[in-house]
Structures are given as C-alpha cells and as structure tokens.
C-alpha cells in the first residue's frame, strides 16, 4: 500500500511555469512507473506523462511535447512535472498514479493502482 500526494498547483498567467511533485509514501516499489494525468471540468481524464523509475524512460502526450518535462528523484521517492509555456487549455486537476509491475497502455487510468488526491492548476490571465 502506497500513498501519493501531490503539490504545487495554483494559479499562473499564460506563458508562466509551474512545477508539480508528487511524494511516494508507505510500501517501497522494486518496480513500478508513475504517471501524470489531468482531467479539466466536463472532460475525461488525460494522460499526460509517465517516467519508469528503472531504466530513465519518459514519455509524453502529444499536446505537451517539449512544454512538459517529467523528472524523478529516487531517493526522496519524488516526480516532478515541470510545465512550461502554460495555455488556458492547461487548466486541469493533475492528478499523480503509480503502476506496479508491467503496464502495457500507460494512457489509460486504468492501467495505474495507485492515486493522489489532485492539485488544481489554472491558467488564466
């Protein structure tokens, strides 16, 4: 069992960076992926992200690529989601989810076993 909290959401203006964590507490995972979703009031819930905690692979929805950068740091138990040039259309609930052992969809939420609780991040002039 394993308990995901997320941080660093709030409100910015368009063009402006944010900078989400997501802290990994309870059970220590021998393998497993963490991934980013959001999910924006009246839509379903997006893949954003995934980093693998073995190997350094890193992977991006399109909308996102070279605006977003997923990071990690294994002995604090830490991802990160860095986001950069951030558009109205950013504006979301992230939402942090871990997967253990094999996945073979990461963009589908139900592939991960693991949730945080969300952090808001509006972006709005």
């Known amino acids: 069992q394993v308990q995901l909290v997320e941080a660093g959401g709030g409100l910015v203006q368009p063009g402006g960076s944010l900078k989400l964590s997501c802290a990994v507490s309870?059970?220590?995972?021998?393998?497993?992926?963490m991934g980013w979703f959001r999910q924006a009031q009246g839509k379903e819930r997006e893949f954003v992200a995934i980093?693998?905690?073995?190997?350094?692979?890193?992977y991006y929805t399109d909308s996102v690529k070279g605006r977003f950068t997923i990071s990690r740091d294994n002995a604090k138990k830490t991802v990160y989601l860095q986001m950069n040039r951030l558009k109205p259309e950013d504006t979301a609930v992230y939402y942090c989810?871990?997967?253990?052992?094999?996945?073979?969809?990461?963009?589908?939420?139900?592939?991960?076993?693991?949730w945080g609780q969300g952090t808001q991040v509006t972006v709005s002039s």
């Open positions: 309870g059970r220590t995972f021998s393998t497993y992926h």
């Open positions: 989810a871990a997967r253990l052992g094999s996945i073979y969809d990461y963009t589908r939420p139900y592939e991960y076993n693991e």
């Open positions: 980093i693998s905690w073995t190997g350094g692979l890193a």
